[in-house]
C-alpha cells in the first residue's frame, strides 16, 4: 500500500506539472491542442489521488504499522468504524485529503466550465494546477503520508479520543473541502483578468461556486459547533476558538461576495469590489490552512500541527503578491461608470452589508493574530477570550440581522422614506408586538428583547415577500401550493436566500437563548445527593466502569426529575486513555425546542464523589435546525434555473431584457 500511494503521488504531480506547462504553453503559443492536452491531464490527477487515497485507507484496515502515519494516528483497539477519520487525523493525511478534494473540483469545473468563457480556460487551468502543485510537492518532500518506518511498532499510537464521534466523519473533511473549494471561484475570477476579460461573463459561475464553498464551510461550521457541544465538555458550542475563526473569516466574506455578486448581475456595479472581496477569501482560506498546518496559536483543535508553517506562509505571500498585483494591472479597465444613485436602495443596503461582514472578519482576524503580535513585540503570548469578540461582533451581528430584514424591502436604483416607511410597516409591527409579548412574559434584558425583535423582523420581511408573491400568483387561478411551489422555481436564487435567511434567524434565536438565558452549576455529588438546577431536580445514582486494553471508561447514572414532575434516566459518559493522558466526555442531553438539560461528569474523587457540571441552555435546539435550513436554502439557490433569467447587465448598469433560457 505505501508503494502504491507513494507511485500514485508522484504520478499525481507530474500529471499536475504537465497541466500546469501545457495550459500555459497553450495560451502563449495559441495552441488548443496543448490546452485540450491540459484539460485531459486534469482528468486523471483525482483518479490517481483516489488510488492513494485508497491505499492509505487500506494500509488503516490492514493495521499496517510500517506505514509512519498510521501507525501514529491508530492502533488495534481502534474501532475499523474510525478509519476514515483517522485518515484525515494528522496532517500528512488532511493533506492528501484536501488535494483529493481539490482535483475532483479542478475536474468539474473544466467539464462544466461555459463555451462563452473557453478563452480563459488555459489561465483559470493554469492558477488552478498551480495551486495543486503546490500541495503535491509539500506531500511529496515535507509530508508523506505513506513514509515507511525502519521498525514497525506491534502497536500504534491510536487516534485522538476527541475524533471519535460521528460529528467527526464530516465536521473536518467540510471544513477542509470548503477551505480549499475557495480555490475554484478565485481561479475563474483571476483567469478572466489575466486573459483580460474584465466584463461580467464570470459572474453566474463564480457565484455557483462560491455557493458550494460557502455551503461546505457554513454546514461545516455547525457540525463543529454540535461536536463541541456533545463531546468537549464545558456545555458550549462556539468558543471564538483561532481554527474555529480561520474557518468563520472566509464564509464571512464569501457571504458578503454573495450579496454582492447580485449587484453586479442586475446593476454592473461593484465589479472592483468583487474582485478584491474573492482576493481576500481565497487568501483568508489560506491563512486557515496555513493556522491548522503551522499551528502558531494555541488552540483545542489543533490535532494536525506540524512544523510545516513557513512552507504554507510563503505561499499565502506568493498568492497575495500574485491575486492583487493581477487586481491592480487590470484596475483601469474593471473601473466602471455606474455609479450609487441613492443611499436608500437596496445596492446601498448591499454595500453596508458587505462592511459589516468585513468589519466583523477584521475584529475576528485581529484577535487570531493578536498573540503572535503580542509575542514578537511584548515577548509574552496573550490570547483573546470569548468577551473580546462578543462585545465587539455582538453589534455588528444585531446590526446585520437588522439590514437583513430591511435589505430585501429596498428597490434597486433609488426610494424615498415614505415608500420604505410602507414597506416596514408590517415586519417593524411584528418585532414590536414580539418584544411586547416577550416583556410580559418577563423577558426583562434588553440586548435579548432588541436580537428577539430583530429575528422577528427578518421573519415577518420574508414572510411578506412571500405572501405577496403567493398571491399575486392565486389571481391567476393557482392554489396556494401550486402558487407557493411556482413562485421558489421562478427565482431560486432570490427565494433560496431567504430561506437562509431564515436559518440565520433560527441560529440567532439560539445563540440569544443560551446567551442570556442559560444556568449553570458545578457540583461534586456522591451516591444519592441531588441538586436542583432551573426546575430540573438531578439525582446521581451511582457509577460504573469498563475497562479495555487502551482506555477505562466510565459510566454515571442519573434519576432526572422534570419540571413537570416526570422523572427519566440519564447516563453521562467519560473515558481516560492513560497511554495519550487525554479524557474525553460525552454529554447526557435531554434536547427539546424550549431547552436542554446538559450533564457532564469530568473526574471521579478518592471518597467516592463525581464532579459534574450542569447547565439548562434555552432554546439551543434550533441551532441544530437552522443547519437543516440552511442546507435546504443552499440547494435551492443553486438549483438550475429553467425559464427566465436575467442576462448580464450591461456597460451602462441598465438590467437586460429577460431572455429565455433552458439549462
Keep these: 500500500m505505501a508503494q502504491i500511494g507513494t507511485i500514485s503521488l508522484y504520478i499525481a504531480l507530474a500529471l499536475a506539472v504537465y497541466a500546469l506547462a501545457a495550459a500555459v504553453l497553450g495560451k502563449t503559443r495559441r495552441s488548443a491542442q496543448l490546452v485540450e492536452s491540459a484539460r485531459y491531464a486534469s482528468y486523471l490527477i483525482p483518479v490517481m489521488l483516489g488510488i492513494a487515497t485508497l491505499a492509505l485507507v487500506s494500509a488503516f484496515l490492514q493495521r499496517d504499522f510500517s506505514v509512519s502515519y498510521v501507525a501514529a494516528h491508530s492502533n488495534l483497539a481502534m474501532n475499523p468504524i474510525y478509519t476514515w477519520v483517522a485518515f484525515y487525523a494528522g496532517n500528512e493525511g488532511s493533506l492528501l485529503y484536501v488535494a483529493f478534494a481539490l482535483s475532483i473540483f479542478v475536474a468539474l469545473v473544466v467539464v462544466f466550465l461555459p463555451s462563452s468563457m473557453k478563452e480563459s480556460l488555459p489561465a483559470t487551468l493554469a492558477i488552478l494546477m498551480g495551486i495543486m502543485v503546490f500541495f503535491l510537492v509539500v506531500m511529496v518532500s515535507l509530508a508523506n503520508p505513506f513514509a515507511v518506518l525502519a521498525r514497525p511498532p506491534a502497536d500504534g499510537q491510536g487516534i485522538n479520543p476527541l475524533l471519535t464521534h460521528p460529528g467527526m466523519f464530516f465536521h473536518p473533511p467540510m471544513l477542509m473541502a470548503g477551505l480549499i473549494s475557495i480555490s475554484v471561484p478565485f481561479s475563474v475570477v483571476m483567469g478572466q483578468m489575466v486573459s483580460g476579460k474584465v466584463g461580467d461573463e464570470w459572474v453566474d459561475l463564480a457565484r455557483a461556486w462560491t455557493l458550494v464553498a460557502w455551503a461546505f464551510?457554513?454546514?461545516?461550521?455547525?457540525?463543529g459547533s454540535w461536536w463541541a457541544y456533545t463531546i468537549l465538555g464545558w456545555g458550549g458550542y462556539w468558543a471564538w476558538d483561532p481554527i474555529e475563526n480561520v474557518a468563520l473569516m472566509p464564509w464571512l466574506v464569501l457571504t458578503a461576495f454573495v450579496h454582492s455578486i447580485m449587484v453586479q448581475k442586475r446593476r454592473g456595479m461593484f465589479r472592483m469590489w468583487n474582485v478584491v472581496l474573492m482576493n481576500v477569501a481565497f487568501t483568508l482560506a489560506l491563512f486557515g490552512i496555513f493556522i491548522n498546518r503551522g499551528g502558531p496559536v494555541p488552540s483545542v483543535h489543533s490535532f494536525a500541527s506540524s512544523a510545516l508553517g513557513w512552507v504554507f506562509l510563503v505561499f499565502l505571500g506568493a498568492s497575495l503578491v500574485f491575486s492583487f498585483g493581477v487586481f491592480l494591472w487590470r484596475f483601469n479597465a474593471l473601473r466602471g461608470i455606474v455609479s450609487l444613485e441613492s443611499s436608500l436602495s437596496r445596492e446601498a443596503a448591499f454595500l453596508l452589508n458587505n462592511l459589516l461582514f468585513l468589519g466583523v472578519t477584521f475584529v475576528t482576524l485581529w484577535g487570531v493574530v493578536f498573540p503572535l503580535v503580542s509575542q514578537v513585540f511584548q515577548g509574552v503570548t496573550v490570547t483573546v477570550a470569548a468577551p473580546f469578540y462578543n462585545q465587539i461582533n455582538g453589534p455588528l451581528f444585531l446590526a446585520l440581522l437588522l439590514l437583513m430584514g430591511v435589505g430585501p424591502l429596498l428597490p434597486w436604483r433609488r426610494s424615498s422614506w415614505a415608500t420604505v416607511g410602507r414597506a416596514l410597516r408590517a415586519p417593524a409591527i411584528g418585532a414590536i408586538v414580539a418584544m411586547a409579548l416577550l416583556a410580559l412574559l418577563g423577558i426583562g434584558n434588553p440586548l435579548a428583547l432588541v436580537s428577539f425583535g430583530l429575528c422577528a423582523l427578518v421573519t415577518v420581511s420574508v414572510s411578506q415577500e412571500w405572501v405577496r408573491g403567493v398571491m399575486a400568483r392565486r389571481h391567476r387561478g393557482e392554489n396556494y401550493l401550486l402558487a407557493f411551489g411556482r413562485l421558489i422555481a421562478a427565482n431560486r436564487p432570490r427565494y433560496g436566500?431567504?430561506?437562509?435567511?431564515?436559518?440565520?434567524?433560527?441560529?440567532?434565536?439560539?445563540?440569544?437563548?443560551?446567551?442570556?438565558?442559560?444556568?449553570?452549576?458545578?457540583?461534586?455529588l456522591a451516591p444519592g445527593d441531588e441538586v436542583s438546577v432551573g426546575g430540573y431536580t438531578v439525582c446521581y445514582l451511582g457509577e460504573r466502569t469498563r475497562d479495555?486494553?487502551?482506555?477505562?471508561?466510565?459510566?454515571?447514572?442519573?434519576?432526572?426529575?422534570?419540571?413537570?414532575g416526570r422523572e427519566m434516566y440519564m447516563t453521562a459518559w467519560r473515558a481516560f486513555y492513560p497511554d495519550q493522558r487525554i479524557a474525553a466526555t460525552h454529554a447526557a442531553i435531554r434536547s427539546t425546542p424550549l431547552e436542554d438539560l446538559y450533564v457532564v461528569s469530568s473526574e471521579s474523587l478518592e471518597d467516592g464523589r463525581v464532579v459534574f457540571r450542569i447547565l439548562v441552555n434555552p432554546l439551543v435546539w434550533w441551532m441544530w435546525v437552522a443547519g437543516v435550513v440552511f442546507i435546504l436554502g443552499t440547494l435551492i439557490a443553486l438549483w438550475p434555473q429553467r425559464g427566465f433569467a436575467l442576462a448580464p447587465a450591461s456597460s451602462r448598469g441598465q438590467a437586460a431584457a429577460p431572455v429565455r433560457v433552458d439549462l
Excluded at 217 to 223: D, E, K, N, S, T
Excluded at 501 to 520: D, M, S
Design 217 to 223: 464551510l457554513g454546514v461545516g461550521l455547525l457540525l
Design 548 to 564: 479495555f486494553a487502551d482506555r477505562r471508561e466510565f459510566f454515571n447514572d442519573l434519576l432526572v426529575t422534570l419540571p413537570n
Design 497 to 524: 436566500g431567504y430561506v437562509v435567511h431564515l436559518a440565520i434567524v433560527l441560529l440567532a434565536v439560539g445563540v440569544t437563548g443560551t446567551t442570556f438565558f442559560g444556568a449553570t452549576r458545578d457540583v461534586n
